[in-house]
């Protein structure tokens, strides 16, 4: 399946904190929504470029980099990165997606 919004539906992603190994492949995929904080593990950004330090927050994914975050999520090793539709929460990407 190609990456792309259903429907031009908006996406958001949320990184599980507690399987996140720290690679920082994310960040090098997707540096716009992806940053490791001083805790070494890897968190989400908000539109102003700001780190999101709660656990498990969520971020809308810009249409434009939607490739590059969904990458992201495919070859996050700890399978942590969860990319879902903003309007009922389905997973579209991720550990949790229906489709591979
Ligand atoms: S790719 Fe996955 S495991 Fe690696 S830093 Fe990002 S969220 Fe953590």
């Known amino acids: 399946m190609s990456p792309q919004t259903t429907d031009g539906q ?3 992603v949320w990184i599980d904190q507690d399987l996140c190994t720290g690679d920082g492949i994310c960040a090098q995929y997707a540096p716009e929504v992806f940053e490791l904080d001083i ?3 890897a968190y989400v950004k ?3 470029d700001e780190l999101l330090q709660d656990p498990g927050a969520t971020t809308r994914i810009p249409l434009e980099i939607l490739n590059d975050v969904v990458e992201s999520a495919k070859e996050c090793p700890g399978e942590c990165i969860h990319v879902r539709r903003s309007a009922d929460r389905v997973e579209v990407y991720g550990p949790n997606a229906e489709e591979d």
Do not use: A, N, S, T
Request: zero cysteines.
């Open 46 to 48: 908000d539109g102003e």
């Open 10 to 12: 908006d996406l958001e």
């Open 39 to 41: 805790d070494g593990l």
